[in-house]
């Protein structure tokens, strides 16, 4: 399979990396977040604020402004109306386009000012009265600096003529359910060949089910590892678990003891628990999560608990040192915030005596912490 260096130079490949696409198997999928509609012309008479269209004129003046920001503008019109053009970052070659007299067609969604329609730097060409429209839609990407829609049209074209895509789903199942092939799918999204919103649909309906089968192997392939891996036995007495409850100011749900008894079923397992807790904002889980640590502490070892983001984690720090204030247990934060020093002693401790709970964000997942 030909490698995505052989369609790029080096500078686009980095900009490409911070995308996430190494591949030309990820460029090819790397699909349009919205299409362009540059197969007609609105008269400019017909134009509405804030919706994208495209119109088609004659530049009647063209002037550089120059003070605090200098700008410029352009006044072209139809045989219905006229509207400006404002620009405040251009080049020469984009003033000779603006030249009085010639015939531009602009890209772009009309603002307001000053009682008149204005584009605010649209996408515009020089063209004659009979240059062609577009046969489809433009597809448009989400991109980072350094590379341009057109660039990152013309590499995945290139990438569909060498990347032979493979189908995942057998001729017999998408003819029963009527699916398309999916590299004709891939196809269509990129060179926008559909007519109708419902084909458009139909295309990202076959890409989704590609998704949900990749999605699907992924877990099954995961489930499979973690009966390969063995977790430490964790011993436990459900005296344990009762006498620490009756010291919480409120009493248990029914289906908090019965997720928490589940939890500790896992714990009887040879492999590492896979397990998602649901519920509502206030239903109680975090004092779950807290009541599932004691097994793990009081067989000596450490817990830890990340958690998204670090507001979050510092309310479930003080919680969990409001659970555990009357244990021997020891609670510990870290964050991306946490001072270089005290980051240092943390680390330290966890590789001490002791029994500790190290609550933070993603700062947890750091070769030099281990439990």
Not at 217 to 226: H, Q, Y
Not at 243 to 253: R, V
């Amino acid at each position: 399979m030909p490698e995505l260096k052989s369609l790029t130079g080096e500078k686009t490949l980095k900009v490409l990396e911070k995308m996430g696409i190494n591949s030309i198997e990820k460029l090819i999928f790397h699909f349009p977040i919205r299409y362009e509609d540059e197969t007609k012309i609105t008269k400019i008479a017909d134009i509405s604020l804030d919706f994208e269209c495209q119109i088609e004129g004659i530049v009647q003046t063209t002037k550089v402004l120059y003070g605090p920001k200098r700008q410029v503008i352009s006044d072209i019109y139809d045989d219905t109306s006229l509207v400006r053009v404002r620009l405040f970052y251009f080049f020469p070659n984009q003033l000779k386009i603006l030249s009085k007299g010639n015939r531009v067609r602009l890209f772009g969604k009309p603002k307001i000012y000053q009682n008149k329609y204005e584009f605010i730097h649209p996408r515009f060409k020089k063209v004659e009265s009979d240059t062609p429209f577009s046969n489809y839609l433009t597809p448009v990407y989400s991109l980072k600096k350094g590379i341009t829609q057109y660039q990152i049209r013309k590499l995945i074209l290139k990438a569909l003529k060498l990347y032979e895509i493979q189908d995942t789903i057998p001729k017999q199942i998408r003819d029963e359910k009527n699916y398309d092939e999916i590299s004709q799918s891939v196809q269509h999204l990129h060179l926008s060949q559909f007519d109708k919103e419902e084909d458009l649909k139909r295309f990202l309906f076959r890409i989704q089910i590609d998704e949900l089968i990749a999605n699907r192997i992924m877990a099954e392939n995961s489930k499979k590892l973690r009966k390969k891996i063995n977790s430490p036995k964790i011993n436990f007495e459900i005296s344990q678990f009762e006498s620490f409850i009756k010291l919480l100011p409120f009493s248990l749900t029914n289906d908090q003891k019965k997720v928490i008894h589940e939890i500790n079923q896992d714990y009887k397992k040879p492999n590492p628990m896979n397990r998602i807790l649901q519920g509502d904002v206030g239903s109680g889980k975090t004092i779950v999560s807290l009541i599932a640590m004691l097994p793990i502490l009081n067989n000596g070892l450490n817990v830890a608990y990340m958690a998204p983001t670090e507001i979050l984690a510092k309310q479930i720090f003080e919680n969990a040192n409001n659970t555990f204030k009357n244990t021997r247990f020891n609670l510990l934060f870290l964050s991306s915030s946490t001072k270089k020093k005290d980051r240092k002693e943390i680390i330290n401790l966890l590789s001490s005596e002791g029994t500790y709970v190290i609550i933070g964000t993603h700062s947890l997942i750091q070769e030099e912490i281990s439990l």
